[in-house]
Structure formats: C-alpha cells, structure tokens
C-alpha cells in the first residue's frame, strides 16, 4: 500500500480527538513546565488515538501507549525555547528567521521522540514490551535517588543554579549518566543487551555524544546563555534512528519522523498564529493560545503517524503476555506518578497566594516532595500514599473478583481511564489557576475546560463510528518509501513554511519589536545573546 492510498483510510474522529486532547494537555503543561509537564499530554494524546484506532488489540494495552506516550513526550520538556519565541518578537530579520528555524528544530525533536514513544507499544509483542519495565524501574530508582542527593550535597537555588559544581551548560548531562549507569547491570544480569537496554543505551549515549560535539566541540549555542539540552535532544533522536536501522525497527523511525515534521512545522506556526493575533490589539494570555495551537498540531501529527501504522501493525493480543505487574505498574504511573509529579508544584503556588496556609501545619510542610529541604514527606504525599494505598487495593480485588463499576470490556476501561486522567489534571490545573485567577486565565482554564468537555463527550461516542480494523498477520517492517516520501515532503514544506512566516512576520511589523515577549536578539551589534556563563551572585537569564 503507497502512502498516498493509505491516507485516504485514516478515520477523522482519531485526529480530532488527538488534536484536540494534545490541545488541552499542552495547555496544562504550559503551566507546570519541563519533562514532568510535557507528559501530561503525552499520556493522554496516546490513550486519545488508541480509543480512535479501531483496533481491539491496541485497546487492551492502552495503559502501555499511555505510559510510553508519556515518556516519549516527556524528553522535549527538557528544553528551553523561551528565548527562541522571544527571537521571532525582535523586529531584526535574521534574528526573527533564525527563531521560526529554531521552533521548527525544537518542536520537530519533541515531536518526533513523542511519537516513537506512543508506537513503541503498537510494534512490540508482550514479551519484548515487558523487557523495558525492569530497566525502566532501575532508571527511576536512580533518577530519584539523583534528586534526593542533588537536593542535600548540590542545593542551589534555581535562579542561582549556575553556581552549583554540577552546572555544565544547564543541562540535563547528570540525567543522562545516571540512565547509562542505571542501565548496565540490567544488561549484565540478562546476559546481554535485549531490545530495551539496547534502545535506552542508545539514546542515552547518544544525548552525550550530540551534546560533546555540537556544545563542547562545536561551540554551537542555541539560546545563550540559556541551557542546551536542545543538543541532547538530537543525540536522542538519532540514537532512535540508529537503533531502528540496526534492528529493522521501520515503523518506529516512521512515526517518529511523519510526527516531528508536522509537530514541528506546527511549532513554529503556533507563534505566527500568536503574532497574527497580537496585531488585533486585544490584550489576552497569547502565549496560552500559542501553546495551545501548538499542541493542536502536534496532536495531528501523532494522529496521522498512528493512524497509518494502525494499517501496518501486526496483531499485538496474542503475542506474548505481560506479567499481571506492569499492568499495575503502567496504570499507577499515569494516574499516580504523573499526577503526583505535577499536583505537588500547585503547593507551591497555595502557600505563596493562600494568606491563611502556612508553610507548615501541626509539623509538617505541606508538601516535602521528598526531598531534605522541604521536610521529606507533608500533607500532600500522605494524601497521595492514601490514594495510592486505594488504588493498589482496588486493582487487586477486582483482579480477584471484577468489580462492576469497570466496564467489561476494553473499549470502555480504555475510555473510564482517559477519562479520569483527563479531569484529573484538568481539575488541578484549575486548582492551582483559582488563587491567583485574572480574566486573562479564562483562554487558558476556560478553553481548556471547554475542550474537555468535547473531548469527555467525543470519547463517550466517537469510538462506535469506527469500523473494526484487522490487524495484518505478519509484520511490516518495509517502511522505506514512505519514510522518504516524508522526508521530501517535509522538508520542502518546512522551508516554504519558515520563509513565508519570516517573509510575513516582516511585512506585517517591520523593525519593530512586537509586544508580549522581551527584547531578545541573536545576531549583530546589538545582540543579547552571550555565551558567557552568568556571574555567580547573578540570576540565570
């Protein structure tokens, strides 16, 4: 089947639910940040294209696409673009292209590491899904340990974090060790690198093999004197790509590469779009429709990738089981892990508008996140331990004895899952919005609440248009020409895009520097950009 004929079968409902449930979580991630909020929407765009496959096989492992969803999303958060948004604001021609450039490479890389990791369950059988639980546990181990360590021997502040002794270019290199490190006795009790250690090994080797040579040997700076984890990000995508060829793992690099273009074209349209509607005069939260537009895009981009491997995906119920644990474990980590992750910032924000909460009640902080400078453990982890107590309960009587309040069949637990994520975090993005609210908030939690409930009603319906997919029998790993029918395509229209959003940004504003961002310029005698390291007793730009 061409690529042409097979995106006529793609079904509507599977990219409007995509597009719009990234929407909502890109929205939400905007106001927690970094890799913790970026998988948010990862998780939930991933349950979002699963319920819109018509595929029974992919229903029943639907918390698996959430949590490697989830995690595939989550690497872009590491990355600054603040500064790049800002490039396109300066009315300086070579510094407004060089920012539409840059948000094409910086959405393209979160975009493409988001959709391998959402397919990575559709092109694995069981048991080689099930090998990448046991390296991901020791990965978390570590990287918990790491913030705890980092927090008690390296505590910095965060506007004072150049001053730490582990400060390398802002990044996330520590991160990236720990990964390696965490990795290889998995490896050396398994007699040898499988799939899973194969593939994190690449990636994380990957990260320092990019980051020492565009940063350290190349002296490349993307945003100076912002961090430079954007270099990581490539090291991570090409070790995906290196492993997929190496292994025939086509459909992977498929995903990953159809979802970069078009998330990342939709990147950088999101702040035209904001641009556009500056011009209007009207004084609103642009920056939230920007992330919102932006999440929009990379939802179709995730939607269109899926929904053609969806065509070519083998059967994946019947090959091989997964132990009854990392069902648990996937479940608990969405609802748990990444709630817990993100929810725990909102105390931040009580105490500091709350006049009457203190920082501490009857002895405890209200939050401790686990970490010695804030007191360990406070009111907010008991609460969460309590509701993961419940839930771990629960899950294991009705694993004994089903309970009737979850539905029988996997199309609706798949949508009583995405539903109670969704209004989860939707809830507590509100929450955490209420004690500071302005009128501006209302096209950030309004329209963010608004698109939930079309979502909320799209998932009750949507499903049944669907006509039931056959899964192929035997697996495809032929994926050559549509990968080079998507890398032509994309890149010729990545160019035309970038020109025309540089050529009409400039016919619109001149020179002038656009409002809503501060004065940031990239090149010539008046530039802001350094990459000289700020001075300790300095804030970090």
């Given amino acids: 089947m061409n690529l042409e004929t097979a995106i006529t079968e793609l079904t509507w409902q599977m990219i409007f639910l995509s597009g719009l449930s990234l929407s909502v979580g890109w929205g939400i991630r905007g106001n927690f940040g970094h890799e913790y909020g970026a998988a948010i929407p990862g998780a939930l765009a991933a ?3 699963v319920l819109m496959s018509g595929r029974p096989d992919w229903w029943q492992h639907i918390h698996y696409f959430a949590m490697f969803g989830a995690l595939g999303w989550s690497f872009g958060g590491s990355m600054s673009y603040m500064q790049v ?5 300066s009315g300086r021609a070579m510094s407004v292209l060089y920012g539409f450039a840059n948000l094409f490479a910086i959405g393209f890389l979160w975009a493409f590491l988001g959709g391998a990791g959402t397919a990575l369950p559709a092109l694995l059988g069981g048991e080689d899904l099930s090998l990448f639980f046991v390296p991901l546990m020791a990965i978390f181990i570590g990287w918990t340990l790491q913030s705890i360590l980092v927090d008690w021997f390296f505590s910095a502040q965060s506007m004072r974090r150049h001053e730490s002794r582990l400060y390398w270019y802002d990044t996330d290199w520590l991160a990236a060790l720990v990964a390696i490190v965490a990795t290889f006795p998995v490896a050396a009790l398994r007699g040898g690198f499988d799939i899973a250690t194969g593939l994190i ?5 990957g990260w320092f093999v990019a980051f020492l040579l565009l940063v350290n040997l190349l002296k ?5 004197p912002r961090g430079d984890n954007w270099a990581g990000c490539v090291g991570l995508v090409g070790g995906v790509l290196i492993y997929c060829l190496r292994h025939g793992l086509g459909g992977l690099a498929f995903a990953g590469l159809l979802t970069g273009i078009i998330g990342g074209i939709g990147f950088a349209l999101g702040q035209f779009f904001k641009l556009l509607n500056i011009r209007t005069g009207l004084q609103t939260n642009w920056h939230s429709i920007m992330e919102q537009t932006q999440g929009l895009f990379h939802g179709i981009g995730l939607a269109l990738a ?7 995906a083998p059967d994946i119920s019947g090959v091989g089981s997964l132990p009854a644990w990392t069902e648990l474990f996937a479940v608990g980590f969405v609802l748990l892990g990444l709630t817990y992750l993100n929810h725990r910032k909102a105390t931040d924000t009580w105490v500091k508008q709350v006049e009457s909460l203190p920082e501490k009640m009857y002895g405890l902080p209200v939050a401790g996140w686990f970490r010695y400078s804030r007191g360990w453990i406070g009111w907010f982890e008991l609460l969460y331990l309590a509701m993961g107590g419940t839930m771990i309960l629960l899950l294991e009587i009705h694993h004994r004895t ?8 996997w199309l609706g637990k798949g949508q009583l899952f995405y539903l109670i994520f969704l209004w989860w975090v939707v809830l507590f993005n509100f929450e955490r919005a209420l004690v500071g609210f302005t009128p501006q908030r209302l ?3 309004g329209v963010i609440t608004l698109n939930a409930l079309i979502c909320t009603v799209f998932v009750a319906v949507g499903a049944q248009g669907i006509p039931i997919r056959q899964p192929v029998t035997q697996l495809v790993t032929s994926y050559g020409r549509w990968i080079g029918t998507v890398a032509i395509a994309g890149a010729i229209a990545t160019v035309l895009i970038t020109l025309a959003e540089w050529g009409l940004t400039h016919a619109i504003y001149g020179k002038q520097h656009i ?24 804030n970090h730009p």
Avoid: Q, S
């Fill in 201 to 205: 090994l690449h990636m994380a080797i």
């Fill in 515 to 538: 409002p809503h961002a501060g004065l940031h310029i990239r090149f010539g005698p008046d530039a802001t950009a350094t990459k000289a390291k700020p001075r300790a007793g300095e």
């Fill in 220 to 224: 490349l700076r993307m945003t100076p």
């Fill in 85 to 89: 948004v800002a490039y396109t604001h």
């Fill in 47 to 49: 349950m979002a294209v």
């Fill in 443 to 445: 096209v950030t939690e």
């Fill in 306 to 312: 899926m929904g053609l491997l969806a065509l070519r």
């Fill in 402 to 409: 089903p309970i009737a309040l979850v539905p029988t069949d």
